[in-house]
């Protein structure tokens, strides 16, 4: 099992730039690949990046390809979102997952969510 643990969220203005962190401990958390989700109210989950652990190789959505950006730091077990020109449509709890299979195709390990509010 992986714990995850999210943080900087918080409520900006449309334009604004945040970063998220999510801190994995656990056995094998390292050998993981490691996700970025957000649902917003009435919506479903759905993915917005991943990285995978051991080779860094990195998959973004096409809703936030050139404005968001995953990285890993392997040292403090640490995967961060770094989100920019942010938009009101980016409003919404930002899960951190975990799963053994580089699509995520099953995600075993959530973090608790941290929301992000993006006011025009």
């Known amino acids: 099992q992986v714990q995850l643990v999210e943080s900087g969220g918080g409520l900006v203005q449309a334009g604004d730039s945040l970063r998220l962190s999510c801190a994995a401990s656990?056995?094998?958390?390292?050998?993981?690949?490691m996700g970025w989700f957000r649902q917003a109210p009435g919506k479903e989950r759905e993915i917005v990046a991943r990285i995978a652990w051991s080779s860094g190789s990195t998959y973004t959505a096409d809703s936030v390809k050139g404005r968001f950006t995953i990285s890993r730091d392997n040292a403090k077990n640490t995967v961060y979102l770094q989100m920019n020109r942010l938009k009101p449509e980016d409003t919404a709890v930002y899960y951190c997952g975990a799963s053994p299979l580089v699509t995520m195709s099953v995600v075993t390990d959530w973090g608790k969510g941290t929301l992000v509010t993006v006011s025009s």
């Open positions: 656990g056995r094998s958390a390292n050998t993981y690949t």
